[in-house]
């Protein structure tokens, strides 16, 4: 199936520090999704991006249409304990794709 | 309140013994997927549909089976559950149009099978 290459596959940060996360991809995509997964939860949409280079914000996260794209990235700037969880790029080319998670943990 | 259900949220079963796990949305979405998700190896697609009566296979099909009959409900179908199905699964749904694709996420169903 189509394969999206998440990194880094996990992440031990201090509280107030920035986290960047980031897909890739061989093939051509018109749609970047980000979700994030609280513990024992469904996945929510944080983010979505539609047009190659857009950037768009959504609080404290940015995330970013590669302009080939072939890749999307996503960004928390000074991080807080709730940040904790599973971020995962995803896309759309008629089925719904995902990369195998960013798992997020942020020491107090 | 626009949602996607599932249930049960949480199942344990046998060996062998059929079971079915519900999916409904109530957001007149064209599509709807499961997905299984076990650690280190993400979201993995089990089924999809694009529309009533139109279903396709994901990365990880075997042992599963789905229907879609109606637009808002599509039920994931273990015939002979084994251990190795026991997981978290998720379904999700969304419309097929360019610019709003945004899938949302049922709460999930953790299946043991022992």
């Known amino acids: 199936g189509q394969q999206l290459n998440q990194s880094p596959q996990s992440m031990f940060i201090q509280e107030g520090e920035d986290v960047s996360m980031n897909c890739t991809s061989s093939s051509i995509f018109n749609t970047w999704l980000w979700y994030k997964q609280d513990p024992g939860e469904g996945p929510v949409l944080l983010i979505a991006l539609y047009k190659a280079g857009e950037l768009t914000s959504n609080g404290r996260l940015t995330a970013q249409f590669g302009i080939t794209r072939k890749d999307s990235f996503l960004n928390i700037s000074a991080s807080i304990p709730s940040d904790v969880g599973i971020y995962f790029c995803g896309t759309s080319y008629g089925k719904l794709t995902f990369g195998q998670g960013t798992i997020l943990t942020v020491h107090p | ?114």
Not at chain 2, 7 to 32: A, D, F
Not at chain 2, 78 to 93: D, G, K, M
Not at chain 2, 100 to 106: D, H, I, L, P, Y
């Open chain 2, 1 to 114: 309140e626009a949602q996607v259900t599932q249930n049960p949220r949480y199942l344990i079963t046998v060996t062998g013994k059929k079971l079915t796990v519900t999916c409904s949305q109530n957001m007149n979405h064209e599509y709807m997927s499961w997905y299984r998700q076990d650690p280190g190896l993400g979201l993995r697609q089990i089924y999809y549909s694009m529309n009533v009566e139109v279903t396709d296979k994901g990365d990880v099909p075997e042992g599963y089976k789905v229907s879609r009959k109606e637009k808002r409900n599509f039920p994931l179908i273990l015939e002979s559950p084994s251990p190795n199905q026991t997981s978290l699964y998720f379904c999700a749904s969304s419309f097929l149009r360019l610019g709003n694709t945004e899938a949302f996420f049922g709460q999930g169903t953790r299946l043991t099978v022992v």
